[in-house]
C-alpha cells in the first residue's frame, strides 16, 4: 500500500521503519532532516509537504505531540487536507481529547475521506519491535480495512468503538500510568530512605501485591531494571512533558462529564512540579527526583 507518515519522532519514527520492513511504499515528512534522511536510506521517499504527500498516497498517517499540531497538518494552507484525494484513509496516532478528533473525522468526511483515530501504547521499545497496542475508533468496517496495517506496527490491534473512543481508552491507560508511577516511585524512595536495598525492594514489589508495569517493567528507582530509562539517567521514553499534557487532557476530559478524578489530579500537580523544576525533557519516571535528596 503506498502510505504517508507525518510525525517521525521517537515513536513515529520506528513505527514508519516497520511500515517500510513489512513492503509498504512509504512517503514521509518532517520538520526534522536527520530523521528524515533516516527513513529515506531505509528507502522512503521524502515529500515536500503534508499537501504533496497526501496528493500521492492511499493512507496517510500523522504521530504528532498535539491536537494543535494535527490540526496545522490537516488543515493549513499546505495541509493534507489541501492535497487528498477523495477515498483516502487517515489514521491519527497522536494522543489528543477525543472532541478534536471526531471535529478533524467530520473535517474529513466533507472530503470523501475517513479519519480514524488509533492512539498506541508500548513506548518506545515497543515501537521498535513492533509490539505496540493500537486503540482504534471509527467504524466496524474501516477497523477491519486498517488492522493489516496496524499489524505491521504493533501486536494488539483493539477496536474501541466509535470516532474518538481510541483515545478515551488512551487517555484512560495513561491516567493510570501517571498515577502508579508517582506511587511507584514514592514507596521506592521511601524504601531507600528507611534503609533497604532498593533492587531487593523492587524484587518484593515485583512478586507481591504492588506489582504493576511502573515496577516491573519501567522501575523508576536507578538500578532496578538495566534496561529501564531510570538506569540511564532517565534519557529516552516518555518525556515528563509529555505525560503531564495527557494527564491534563484527562483532566479536561473528566471536567466535561462531571466526573471526579481526585488520584490524577494530585498526579497532574506531581508533574507539573517536575516539568517546573527542570525535568520536562526527562522520561516520565524522572518523578521519583521529586521525592529523592539531590
Same mark, same amino acid.
Given at each position: 500500500?503506498?502510505?504517508? !507518515? ?34 529515506? =536510506? *531505509?528507502? *522512503?521517499? @521524502? ?7 497526501? @496528493? ?14 494535527? %490540526? /496545522?497538518? &490537516? ?21 489528543? =481529547? +477525543?472532541?478534536?478528533? %471526531? ?15 488509533? +492512539? ?17 475508533? /471509527? ?45 511507584? *516511585?514514592?514507596?521506592?524512595? &521511601? ?5 533497604? =536495598?532498593?533492587?531487593? &525492594? ?5 512478586? $507481591?501485591?504492588?506489582?504493576?508495569? $511502573? $515496577?516491573?517493567?519501567?522501575? +523508576? ?38 466526573? +471526579?478524578? !481526585? ?25 521519583? %527526583? ?5
Amino acid at each position: 500500500m503506498k502510505i504517508g !507518515f507525518i510525525g517521525l519522532g521517537n515513536m513515529g519514527a520506528p513505527m514508519a521503519l516497520n511500515l517500510l520492513k513489512a513492503g509498504h511504499s512509504l512517503t514521509v515528512f518532517d520538520l526534522n532532516d536527520n530523521v528524515v534522511r533516516l527513513l529515506t =536510506d *531505509a528507502g *522512503a521517499k @521524502s515529500a515536500g509537504s503534508p499537501r504533496a504527500l497526501a @496528493s500521492e498516497v492511499e493512507l496517510v498517517m500523522t504521530m504528532l505531540p498535539e491536537a494543535s499540531h494535527v %490540526r /496545522g497538518v &490537516l488543515t493549513g494552507s499546505d495541509g493534507v487536507f489541501a492535497g487528498v484525494r477523495q477515498g483516502t484513509t487517515l489514521i491519527d496516532s497522536s494522543t489528543i =481529547d +477525543p472532541a478534536s478528533v %471526531r471535529e478533524f473525522s467530520a473535517l474529513a468526511a466533507q472530503r470523501g475521506c475517513t479519519l480514524v483515530d488509533a +492512539p498506541v501504547s508500548g513506548g518506545t521499545g515497543g515501537a521498535a519491535a513492533g509490539t505496540l497496542t493500537f486503540m482504534v475508533g /471509527g467504524n466496524r468496517a474501516d477497523y477491519d480495512r486498517m488492522r493489516p496495517v496496524l499489524s505491521a506496527m504493533g501486536r494488539n490491534i483493539v477496536h474501541c468503538g466509535d470516532t474518538g473512543t481510541g483515545q478515551v481508552a488512551k487517555i484512560c491507560n495513561n491516567l493510570i500510568l501517571g498515577i502508579t508511577m508517582a506511587g511507584v *516511585a514514592e514507596a521506592m524512595a &521511601l524504601g531507600d530512605a528507611l534503609g533497604i =536495598d532498593a533492587k531487593i &525492594l523492587g524484587g518484593i514489589i515485583n512478586t $507481591s501485591t504492588g506489582r504493576c508495569w $511502573s $515496577s516491573d517493567t519501567y522501575n +523508576p528507582f536507578p538500578g532496578v531494571i538495566g534496561t529501564a530509562p531510570s538506569s540511564r539517567r532517565y534519557t529516552g521514553g516518555f518525556g515528563t512533558d509529555l505525560m503531564l499534557k495527557d494527564l491534563g487532557l484527562a483532566a479536561r476530559a473528566a471536567k466535561s462529564v462531571r466526573q +471526579p478524578a !481526585f488520584m490524577g489530579a494530585l498526579a497532574q500537580q506531581l508533574y507539573q512540579a517536575a516539568s517546573a523544576r527542570g525535568d520536562g525533557n526527562l522520561d516520565f519516571s524522572a518523578i521519583i %527526583r521529586l521525592y529523592r535528596k539531590a
